[in-house]
C-alpha cells in the first residue's frame, strides 16, 4: 500500500454512509460506482492488490479514492463541481466558518494554533455542523465569502476585501431602556439589538443578518452587574463572559457557570460578549442555553409593553429563535442559588 494511505484498509463507513456508498455503487454515475465499490470492498477488508484485480483498477486510482473517503467520507468520492458551478454551502457553514475567524483551531477544541483547510474542516464537522465536506467544496465556499487563510505568523482566517462588509444600516445609540425599547418598538423586525457583536456583526459581514436599525445597548446604564439577591444570583443582561468569569461570587458559589464562562472562545471575544446576548441569539451551540437549562433559571425582558419574567424552559422556542419579541431586551438573567449540599466543595 502507499505510503500516504492513512491505513491499511479504510475506516468502517457509518451505516448511513455504507447506504449511501451500496446506493452510489449500485446506481450512481458511472465514475462514481466504482469508487463507491472500491470503498465497501476496502471495509470488507479486501486488500489494494486484490482490489485492483476485481475491478480492473490501477492502484493509483484505488490509493486515490481510499484517501478521498479518508478525508471527505462520501461527499469526496462524487465529482468536484466544475468551476462557474454554483456550491451547495449552506448559510450555517458560512455562519460558523466566520464565527472562528478570531480564534484559533486550539481555542475551539482542535490542535493546533493554525488554522489550514483540513483543520477548519474537522471542526466543522466535529462541532456537527456537516457530517461530512470535501476540502474542495470548503475551499470554494470560503472563496465565495471573501475568506482565505493568512500565510502570516497569525495563521488566522482572514477577511476579504469586498464580500464582509455588511449591509447599510443606521445606527442608534439610545442612553435609556425607555429610549431603547421604543426604538424597537417602532422599527420592528428592521431592528436588531447590538450588544457584544460577537455574533451579530460576523452574520452583518456575511449578509446572512442584514437589519437595517442596529440599537447599540452598550450605552444603557446598570445593565452590567453580577449580585446575589434574595436566594438568586441575578445577572445584568449586558454583563460580559470576561466579568462572569473573573466574578468571586461566581467562582465560589456557582462553579457550573464559571466553567461555562470559562471555555467560550477566547479573551478577546470574553471581553465582548454579552449573557444576554448569547441567550438571545438562541445558538443551540452555545454555551449558556445549556447551562441556564440545567439551573433552571428565568430570564427577564423590558419592551414596551413592561417587564416580562421568561423561565428558560419557555425561553427557547427553537434554533435561533427564542419567546423574545421584536421590542424586547434582556435585561436579566437569574439563576436560583444552589441549595448548600449542591455545591461544589471550595
Ligand atoms: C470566535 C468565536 C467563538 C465563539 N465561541 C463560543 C463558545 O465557545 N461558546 C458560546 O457560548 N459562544 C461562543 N461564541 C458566541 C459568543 O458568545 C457571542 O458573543 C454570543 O453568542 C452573543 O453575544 P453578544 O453579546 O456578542 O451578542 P450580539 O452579537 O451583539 O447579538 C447576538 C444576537 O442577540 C441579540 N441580542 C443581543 N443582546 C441582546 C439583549 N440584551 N436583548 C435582546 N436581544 C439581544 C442581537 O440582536 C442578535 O440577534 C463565539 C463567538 C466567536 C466570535
Not at 483498477?57 to 486515490?64: A, E, F, G, I, K
Not at 472563496?143 to 462588509?165: C, D, E, N, P, Y
Request: aromatic share 4%.
Amino acid at each position: 500500500m502507499a505510503a500516504d494511505v492513512p491505513s491499511r484498509f479504510v475506516r468502517e463507513p457509518t451505516a448511513a454512509e455504507r447506504a449511501e456508498l451500496i446506493q452510489l455503487r449500485d446506481k450512481g454515475a458511472v465514475g462514481t460506482r466504482a469508487r463507491a465499490a472500491v470503498i465497501l470492498l476496502s471495509a470488507r477488508r479486501v486488500t489494494i492488490p486484490e482490489i485492483v484485480r476485481r475491478l480492473g483498477l490501477s492502484r493509483p486510482t484505488v490509493t486515490h479514492w481510499l484517501r478521498r473517503f479518508e478525508r471527505s467520507g462520501v461527499a469526496g468520492l462524487r465529482d468536484r463541481p466544475r468551476s462557474g458551478r454554483p456550491t451547495r454551502i449552506s448559510s450555517d457553514v458560512l455562519r460558523h466558518v466566520t464565527m472562528v475567524v478570531s480564534a484559533r483551531p486550539r481555542d475551539l477544541g482542535i490542535p493546533g494554533t493554525r488554522w489550514s483547510l483540513a483543520r477548519l474542516r474537522r471542526y466543522l464537522v466535529q462541532a456537527g455542523v456537516v457530517p461530512a465536506l470535501s476540502l474542495e467544496s470548503l475551499r470554494i465556499a470560503m472563496k465565495r465569502a471573501g475568506l482565505s487563510f493568512t500565510s502570516s505568523r497569525a495563521g488566522q482566517i482572514q477577511k476579504g476585501v469586498t464580500t464582509m462588509i455588511p449591509g447599510a444600516f443606521e445606527y442608534h445609540a439610545p442612553s435609556s431602556l425607555g429610549e431603547a425599547t421604543a426604538l424597537l418598538a417602532k422599527l420592528g423586525d428592521d431592528a436588531k439589538v447590538l450588544s457584544g457583536g460577537q455574533s451579530l456583526i460576523p452574520l452583518m459581514k456575511l449578509r446572512l443578518a442584514s437589519p437595517r436599525h442596529l440599537i447599540d445597548i452598550n450605552g444603557l446604564p446598570g445593565l452590567a452587574y453580577v449580585r446575589e439577591d434574595g436566594g438568586t444570583l441575578r445577572i445584568g443582561g449586558l454583563t460580559r463572559e470576561a466579568d462572569l468569569e473573573e466574578s468571586d461570587l461566581v467562582r465560589r458559589r456557582y462553579p457550573l457557570l464559571f466553567d461555562t464562562c470559562a471555555v467560550i472562545a477566547d479573551p478577546i471575544v470574553r471581553n465582548l460578549a454579552t449573557i444576554g446576548g448569547n441567550l438571545a441569539h438562541g445558538d443551540p451551540a452555545n454555551d449558556h442555553p445549556a447551562t441556564m437549562l440545567a439551573f433552571g433559571a428565568e430570564v427577564v425582558a423590558v419592551g414596551s409593553g413592561g417587564e416580562r419574567k421568561i423561565p428558560i424552559g419557555s425561553f427557547f422556542t427553537g434554533p435561533f429563535s427564542t419567546a423574545l419579541k421584536a421590542d424586547e431586551i434582556v435585561v436579566e438573567v437569574r439563576v436560583p442559588t444552589p441549595k448548600p449540599a449542591a455545591a461544589a466543595p471550595t
